[in-house]
């Protein structure tokens, strides 16, 4: 078991990273064009305290912006859910939102909220996360089996009863599935405000002035935490999603 | 008690069938008004659909007396879902009266527990747990200390023991019907409304849910209401069928099916008696759907 969970991956990743290395060595490709594992470590050790403070900033940001995506998206998705006007309303608008190139949001931003660098980023990552939860709430509510509502309702139940006692649990496996798609989302939403407008925070800054120096294996070094902390707020939601929606997985195996 | 009549039996046209059979359910219908726990009174119901309206129920009258187990048969589709939701309460007919212990129904009630073709378990709940949700809502209807027994002692009757705390996905379809039937009877309601609960289920397992019916009634006497489109399921569990009409439905037949002296088993469905029984509301049926039927001594 443990086995399986843990040395697997472990694995698999040594093998990715060997590969990589291999991959450079034998193409004898230089910095410019593709880091090589062995020339991150340096990188790492030299910036050790930028990666901690940046990380931390790219990090509390995209969380905090995924906590708003998660909080006004299962708003909006439990108003759609719940009633077809504020579906037929909304949808549009949702998606034309989500259409538009965020890219094209950070200056705006920029503009409307000068010098608010931390909000800024967190609305990004907000923006551009809230879209799957609030869609797949949605979803989840107005699919439910009407003889679900009924066995409830026969008995007297009221409606705020129903939601929580049947439509909220059975919803929740929908919401986490979206909750690991806007992680990555989130990060994305970060990085976005961080390179394109570089307030000197985040590892997008880093990122960015390893560009402006030519460091390329610090370039590298910066995807790499960027893709751990990645892999760690995904596994947070796995974690939370055994605990709160764990009756949803099948018996596999 | 018994009361198949002749005249419905024998071939006859659908014209003269149905007004026969309204006369005959006419002046029965009288006579069990003061006794009735259930009375639906010329109930009309007209959906509003996209391609306009849809008259589903035409002044259907129906009486359940208290302790009675009415099956009502009909067409696809002619209504029969839709009586079971005006009866509990989840619909308002456009005109007519549903009447449940002498009480105008406007509205859900805590007297009534139902079940369904699907079980719509909660999968994330175990089955003790599952069994246990009307209480959650209507607690005041079994003392709080017997909650957990009674949900235990029920579960066991329809051979559930040691299931209580597995989750829905671990039972067979026929098992969690079982634990939905449980679900319905929890609260000690006065009346179940069964809306084809063993349509989904293979021919062996419907059996055995029938016999786990008539324990469960044994022991928890109940008034029932139950759609089925199996006329054999509807003679073996019920003292009364009625026979909907097609698309809007009226009821056009009922038929009394004897009460037995002893505990009614499957070898009981093959009586010349039953026999009959199974004719005539096979003949009902096609009346019902606008077929003539064939021609039976
Ligand atoms: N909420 C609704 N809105 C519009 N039409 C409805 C609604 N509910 C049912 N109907 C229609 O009313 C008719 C009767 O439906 P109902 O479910 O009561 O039939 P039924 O006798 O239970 O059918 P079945 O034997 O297939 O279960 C059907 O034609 C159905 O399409
Ligand atoms: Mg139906």
């Known amino acids: 078991m443990i086995m399986r969970k843990v040395l697997v991956p472990i694995f698999a990743i040594v093998v990715f990273l060997v590969f990589w290395e291999l991959l450079v060595w034998v193409n004898q490709w230089p910095n410019y064009k593709m880091a090589s594992p062995s020339d991150l470590w340096p990188a790492y050790v030299k910036y050790d305290t930028l990666f901690f403070t940046y990380g931390w900033q790219t990090l509390w940001r995209t969380v905090a912006g995924l906590l708003l995506a998660v909080v006004l998206g299962t708003a909006l998705g439990v108003l759609m859910g719940v009633s077809r006007t504020a579906r037929d309303a909304l949808y549009p608008l949702l998606v034309g939102f989500n259409a538009i190139p965020k890219a094209t949001v950070v200056p705006i931003m920029a503009l409307m909220f000068v010098g608010q660098h931390d909000l800024n980023t967190i609305l990004l990552a907000f923006m551009i996360s809230f879209f799957p939860i609030a869609v797949s709430v949605s979803i ?103 605990i709160f929606a764990g009756w949803a997985e099948r018996g596999a195996d | ?109 805590a007297s ?40 235990r002692s029920l579960l066991s009757l329809v051979g559930l023991e040691g299931f209580e705390d597995k989750k829905p996905s671990e039972l067979s379809g026929g098992m969690r019907q079982r634990a939905s039937l449980c679900r319905a009877l929890i609260h000690k309601p006065d009346v179940i409304i069964l809306d084809e609960p063993f349509g989904a289920l293979d021919a062996f397992t ?49 038929l009394s099916v004897p009460t037995s002296s002893h505990e009614r088993t499957l070898d009981d469905l093959y009586t010349t008696e039953a026999v009959e029984m199974l004719a005539i509301l096979r ?10 039927p064939a021609s039976h001594s």
């Open chain 1, 140 to 242: 989840g509510l107005s699919t439910l089996e009407p003889e679900y509502r009924d066995i409830l309702r026969a008995l007297g139940a009221s409606k705020l009863m129903i939601f929580r006692k049947i439509a909220l649990p059975k919803t929740l496996p929908e919401f986490f599935g979206a909750l690991k798609v806007s992680v990555t989302l989130a990060f994305i939403g970060t990085n976005l405000v961080e390179i394109i407008e570089p307030h000197g925070r985040g590892l997008g800054h880093l990122f960015d002035s390893a560009k402006i120096s030519s460091d390329y294996p610090l370039m590298f070094a910066v995807l790499i935490v960027l893709a751990l902390m990645g892999i760690l707020l995904y596994y947070v939601v796995v974690a939370l999603e055994r």
């Open chain 2, 1 to 109: 008690m018994r009361k198949i009549d002749n005249d419905h039996a024998a071939p006859i046209t659908s014209g003269a069938a149905s007004s026969g059979a309204s006369a005959t359910h006419t002046d029965s219908s009288t006579q069990r008004m003061e006794n009735a726990l259930i009375d639906i009174r010329a109930v009309s119901h007209t959906f509003q659909t996209d391609s306009g309206p849809l008259q589903v129920l035409d002044k259907l009258d129906l009486s359940i007396a208290e302790g009675q187990f009415t099956a009502v048969v009909g067409p696809s589709g002619c209504g029969k879902s839709t009586l079971t939701r005006l009866v509990a309460g989840l619909l308002k007919p456009d005109s007519g009266e549903v009447w449940l212990h002498g009480e105008l129904v406007k509205g859900p009630r």
């Open chain 2, 283 to 292: 003949q009902q049926i096609q009346l019902a759907q606008g077929r003539t």
């Open chain 2, 206 to 254: 419907r059996e055995d849910l029938w016999q786990t019916m008539h324990a469960l009634r044994a022991t928890e006497p109940f008034t029932a209401l139950l759609i089925t489109h199996d006329l054999r399921e509807s003679v073996f569990l019920a003292d009364e069928v009625v026979v909907l009409s097609d698309r809007p439905a009226r009821a056009q037949y009922t």
């Open chain 2, 112 to 151: 009534v527990g139902m079940a369904f073709q699907n079980p719509v378990l909660l999968e994330w709940r175990s089955i003790l747990r599952n069994v246990m949700l009307p209480l959650e809502i209507v607690p005041e209807r079994v003392p709080a200390a017997e909650h957990e027994e009674r949900a």
